[in-house]
T-cell receptor, first 114, second 111 residues
Framework: DAGVTQSPTHLIKTRGQQVTLRCSPK?????VSWYQQALGQGPQFIFQ???????QRGNFPDRFSGHQFPNYSSELNVNALLLGDSALYLC?????????????FGEGSRLTVL | GENVEQHPSTLSVQEGDSAVIKCTYS??????FPWYKQELGKRPQLIID?????GEKKDQRIAVTLNKTAKHFSLHITETQPEDSAVYFC??????????FGQGTELSVKP
């Protein structure tokens, strides 16, 4: 079992650009959550997807959007990048039976905005 | 708003000693409390979790206690080893909902 896989692992963008991050959940998991982890901070919840719909959203602007596909994989899109968007973006999956519990995290995508 | 406070931010112990990390949460509807260990450059890994209908849970050298009245929960690591060195995060959530993480505790276990 490969666990949660994320791509790309590292990327560099400039202010104003757009980025798409991808995530494949752990086998048997159908719920995907995205978190932003700034350096030296705890992860902050962005949103959660189940059945291809955004089920819950944290305090992030509309520049942050997502999608879940029928195979449960997910994408995180960030538009009009700001310097403050530089962070580690973590994808986490869990089974619907306990959607927010036993979260299994991927290794993350480290985004640097210059 | 929802908040989780975690203390201390750094903790240094000698190998074999115990380590205790404490968290306080603000949302009284929280009913799930996991702890994650994150090594440098790695993903957070779930090490133990507790639900609100239980006051204490133990797994080998790791234990978690929960006081719902005071809205406190704590992680206890006994017989610490150098490989326990990492950043530890507590979190709280309502059923099925988002996890609210604490700010993290950097634990250093000196041989």
């Amino acid at each position: 079992d490969a666990g949660v896989t994320q791509s790309p692992t590292h990327l560099i963008k400039t202010r104003g650009q757009q980025v798409t991050l991808r995530c494949s959940p752990k086998s048997g998991h159908d719920t995907v959550s995205w978190y932003q982890q700034a350096l030296g901070q705890g992860p902050q919840f962005i949103f959660q997807y189940y059945e291809e719909e955004e089920r819950q959203r944290g305090n992030f602007p509309d520049r942050f959007s997502g999608h879940q596909f029928p195979n449960y994989s997910s994408e995180l899109n960030v538009n009009a990048l700001l310097l403050g968007d530089s962070a580690l973006y973590l994808c986490a999956s869990s089974p619907q039976a306990v959607p927010g519990q036993g979260l299994f995290f991927g290794e993350g995508s480290r985004l640097t905005v210059l | 708003g929802e908040n989780v406070e975690q203390h201390p931010s750094t903790l240094s112990v000698q190998e074999g000693d115990s380590a205790v990390i404490k968290c306080t949460y603000s949302d009284s509807a929280s009913n799930y409390f996991p702890w994650y260990k994150q090594e440098l450059g790695k993903r957070p890994q779930l090490i133990i979790d507790i639900r609100s209908n239980v006051g204490e849970k133990k797994d080998q050298r790791i234990a978690v206690t929960l006081n719902k009245t005071a809205k406190h929960f704590s992680l206890h690591i006994t017989e610490t080893q150098p490989e326990d060195s990492a950043v530890y995060f507590c979190a709280a959530s309502r059923s099925g909902g988002k996890l609210i993480f604490g700010q993290g505790t950097e634990l250093s276990v000196k041989p």
